[in-house]
């Protein structure tokens, strides 16, 4: 009897976000661990990204390519609402070809950055409902959420979740989320993020650099007002204290973890002018980690970055820019080096700067026991997996076993 399970992954996958990627790739590494023959495949946002990178066949996301340009003519408009129609029936093909279908990550349930109800919540909708109406189960395996005060938003991201035959969460604030969105939690466990999963790299030999995450940053889905303003004073604040770092001599290394990310790094070198500045050319979270892990210590925004650097054993301090940011450190046992994303003050953040590094070794003991514990909890996670999702395999191996 042939038991091999046909495996779908669905997401914002290979479309530049590396934190996104990061998550399709531990649990590709589960999958190929734990259940080898399985057919994998994706609906995702970057389909030639993920097929060249992962070596598994991928289709795109949405039948409209101009999905996330902004539609002003007639016929942009025109096509983005036939889209919606066709990708029902899209999504819902790609659904049945599949006896799982596994979210990795993301914060799929969350609008802390700017998201707009029909791009991906409508999307998740349609992956859920497919799944519950052609009984496929939709695993939404350690994701982020938050509270949403957007109606429409709020109302899909709802419903995706009641619909899903799984819900694990990367902290225990996405799981009271969705209870204070009127989900049911009582059975959704609360994991480390994906990403810890990862293999981590040997560290480096320290040199005094810092690296600094930087982001694309103009506040969340509820800042759209002075949007603009943010992310002048998260680029102003975030020079002046890399400005500061340079004439201490630091050499400083900037990160992304989006390719949007790139405008920010160009005017951060622009602005300081220094050779002591420089930008790492990072394609996956494992490019970052390698940086990290060969840093003294470091500044980052995006929660992906953070998550690198962490895992990574490197002293950090959080430009948190929501919740889960603050969630993240304090998690790890940095929970008093974070500063406001939204209110950079360089003076501030280079005093708590100075204080992060007068207790790294310290903080680097305190990271390698919570990593250690990180890994523990994603076996947990994993094991799980197999259980609720895989339960026909999981009786095949047993039987194997026993016979």
Known sequence: MNTAPRVGVFGLLGSGNLGNDGSLEAVLGYLRAEHPDAAVDALCGGPGTV?????????????????????????????????????????AAWVRRHDVVIVPGMGVLEATLPLRPWGFPYSLFLLCASGKILRTRVALVGVGAAPIRDRPTRALVRLSARLAAYRSYRDDLSRDAMRAMGVDTARDEVYPDLAFALPTPPPGTPNGTVCVGVMDFHGGNDDRARAEEIHRRYVEGTTRFVRALVEEGRPVRLLTGDACDTSVVEA??????????????????????RELAAADSAVATRYHNLVCALKAGTPTLALSYAAKSDALMDRMGLGSYCHPAREVDPGRLLEQFRALEKQSAELRRTLTERNRLAARQLRDQFAELNAVLFPKTQDAHALRETS
Not at 59 to 65: G, I, M, P
Not at 67 to 81: L, M, N
């Open 268 to 289: 951060i070198i622009d602005a300081v002018d220094s050779p002591l500045v420089t930008a790492a050319g990072t394609g996956s979270l494992t490019d970052l980690m």
């Open 51 to 91: 097929t060249a990178r992962y070596g598994i066949p991928a289709t795109r996301l949405h039948w409209n390519r101009g999905e996330y340009r902004t539609a002003s003519r007639v016929g942009a408009v025109a096509a983005k609402g036939v889209g919606k129609l066709v990708d029902i029936v899209r999504t």
